[in-house]
T-cell receptor, first 116, second 115 residues
Framework: AQTVTQSQPEMSVQEAETVTLSCTYDTSESDYYLFWYKQPPSRQMILVIRQEAYKQQNATENRFSVNFQKAAKSFSLKISDSQLGDAAMYFCAYFRIQGGSEKLVFGKGTKLTVNP | GAGVSQSPRYKVAKRGQDVALRCDPISGHVSLFWYQQALGQGPEFLTYFQNEAQLDKSGLPSDRFFAERPEGSVSTLKIQRTQQEDSAVYLC?????????????FGQGTRLTVV
């Protein structure tokens, strides 16, 4: 079974600084997708960034980038120039398709605090 | 509307009461998912629909949980004889089917509190 582990329950960063959130996953599949979602207090999950496992190049979206290490099954998120609006829960997720079903498997999340 | 809409936003139920949670997916989205998110935890998969077909209900915690999507659009998650451990946020998401290259869009969830 696929599992996703986020080892940092909480992280904090100073405004304008850089922070990295960790994620590891376990899978026997060779082709899959990984995601980082942001969940503010409003509860709505917002996609931050996605990575296709077959792509060696790390995905980037403006201030957000990932460090994808396929052999190590590691998928960390780097937030540069942190802003107050980045404060939220961040969830790493693995996307699987199996037997006609598809689903996202989430980690337990990391609460990010941004200090002014 | 343009996004996934869930109602009600908040629901307080007395233990033993039946509840129904509604999800309006984005128009044209074939795939629909329900997740349960306990306080301080990540979302846990409950069930998956492709159009009106429920292709995976492996995450439903007990036979008190039932989901339907009769016309392939609006979905309802029903919980019978609610218990305190059912208290959680219930998230609905929709997407086009197929690969993970398609984004799943989430609603704002329904916070269920069983007292």
């Amino acid at each position: 079974a696929q599992t996703v582990t986020q080892s940092q329950p909480e992280m904090s960063v100073q405004e304008a600084e850089t922070v990295t959130l960790s994620c590891t996953y376990d899978t026997s599949e060779s082709d899959y997708y990984l995601f980082w979602y942001k969940q503010p207090p409003s509860r709505q999950m917002i996609l931050v960034i996605r990575q296709e496992a077959y792509k060696q190049q790390n995905a980037t979206e403006n201030r957000f980038s990932v460090n994808f290490q396929k052999a190590a099954k590691s998928f960390s998120l780097k937030i540069s120039d942190s802003q107050l609006g980045d404060a939220a829960m961040y969830f790493c997720a693995y996307f699987r398709i199996q037997g006609g079903s598809e689903k996202l498997v989430f980690g337990k999340g990391t609460k990010l605090t941004v200090n002014p | 509307g343009a996004g996934v809409s869930q109602s009600p936003r908040y629901k307080v139920a007395k233990r033993g009461q039946d509840v129904a949670l509604r999800c309006d997916p984005i128009s044209g989205h074939v795939s629909l998912f329900w997740y349960q998110q306990a306080l301080g935890q990540g979302p846990e998969f409950l069930t998956y629909f492709q159009n009106e077909a429920q292709l995976d209900k492996s995450g439903l915690p007990s036979d008190r949980f039932f989901a339907e999507r009769p016309e392939g659009s609006v979905s309802t998650l029903k919980i019978q004889r609610t218990q305190q451990e059912d208290s959680a946020v219930y998230l609905c998401a929709s997407s086009r089917p197929g690969t993970g290259s398609t984004e799943a869009f989430f609603g704002q969830g329904t916070r269920l509190t069983v007292v």
